[in-house]
Each structure stands twice: as structure tokens, then as C-alpha cells.
């Protein structure tokens, strides 16, 4: 019947009957209809309704890459975060591919943010980090994450690191500023703050208030030289 419904062209029909065959079975065969009912699904309403057919491979373990990517995109569509954070775990236990791996890593962290989980976001945080040491949005990820947790030096020293990792010098500038206030304002560290904002007024000396900032701290530090200099630009 259902091959007979597929060459017809009968996907309408063909798409509850494959979807009952998967909750009748058990195991590699529930799923096989599973998937067939949510393509077809797909093709005939939209990527929303294929949920029902997703829940259903859902139910058997071992889980696929299929059902545990698809459940990952259902739960986030959904707010769902908790299991995101689950699909997304076990998606990442399942590549040897750094660049694969951080990614997965790093929506992992994500999801564990959305669901309060903070201890969990860092340590996904850290392993995007560890698996590409120049990955941006997580070195900023990382850095919300820290200033939210009151860890405003561990905030400021992310984002120093996100700078780095960037290819243009503006964004550097602009990413440094961010440091230089958190050092200043929040961590109360004037060596870093000073140092952060050399790196700025480097690329631009008239950025937001560098000049100003900065003219402070070498008053304060007695620095007559570098004041001198900043005064000439």
C-alpha cells in the first residue's frame, strides 16, 4: 500500500499511515517510519508539524544523529531549553571534528544559559575555547557570562581575548574599549584598564572617551611622559 500511495504521488495519505506504522514498532523500524512521516510532512504542511513524528523516534535509545539534531531544533523553536541542552551534549559526544565540536560546544552553552544552568554554560564555554582558541563568540558568550556572575576581571580578560581573535582593527578597538571599561569601572584594575586602552587609542585615539580616560589614569599614575605624548596626538 505504501509503495503503491509513494508512486502515486499521494504523500498526504501516505504520511499518517507511516507515522502509525511508527508508534505500532519497536526500534530501528519505528524510527525508519518516523523520519519518512516527517519528510513527508515537510513537503505537504511545514517543519513545525513534523514534531509528532520527531516525539515518536524520540522514544527509542540508541538515538540517531537525525532524531537528536531535529528534537535539538523542536526544543529550541519551543523554548524547550533543558532539552536542547541534552540533544545538544550528545550530539557533541558524538564528532571527533574540532570546528564540529566547538560549534555543537558552544549551543550546548547556549541552551545550558537558557535554562539557568550557569556551571554548565562555562565548562561548554571553556571546551569551545580549548577546541578553538580564537573563537569569538565564545570568548564573548564567555564574557556576559562572567560580568553576569559578578567576575568583572574574568569578564574584562575575555573580552581582551576576543579582541585578539579579531581580524579587523576596528572591531579590535571597539571590543578593547569594552575591556578597558570593565577593568576601570568595574574591577577597579588601572595597570589593565591603562594598558587595554593604549591598545585603542593605538588604533584610534579619539574613541569614546580614551583620551579622557586615559589622560586620568597617567595623572594619577604620574606618568608625565606618556601624558605629554597623549596630548600631542
Known sequence: MASTLIGAGRDEELDPIALEIARALQGPESVAHAMLSARLRQQTASWDDTREAVETAWRH????????????????????????????????????????????????????????????????????????????????????????????????????????????????ARILYRAAQMWQDKADDSMHARQALEAVAAVDPSFEDVFQRLRGIYIADGARAELAALLER
Open 61 to 172: 535509545t540508541p538515538r540517531g544523529l537525525w532524531v537528536l539534531r531535529q528534537m535539538a531544533a523542536h526544543a529550541r523553536a519551543r523554548g524547550e531549553h533543558g532539552l536542547a541542552l541534552e540533544c545538544d551534549r550528545a550530539l557533541g559526544e558524538r564528532t571527533s571534528r574540532p570546528s564540529e565540536a566547538a560549534t555543537l560546544s558552544l549551543r550546548a552553552a547556549q541552551s545550558a544559559l537558557k535554562a539557568g544552568q550557569i556551571e554548565d554554560a562555562l565548562a561548554f564555554l571553556s571546551q569551545t575555547i580549548e577546541l578553538v582558541p580564537h573563537h569569538v563568540v565564545a570568548h564573548l558568550e564567555l564574557a556576559a557570562v562572567l560580568e553576569a556572575t559578578n567576575n568583572p576581571a574574568g569578564a574584562a580578560a575575555a573580552l581582551e581575548a576576543a579582541a585578539s581573535a579579531c581580524a579587523s582593527p576596528a572591531e579590535q
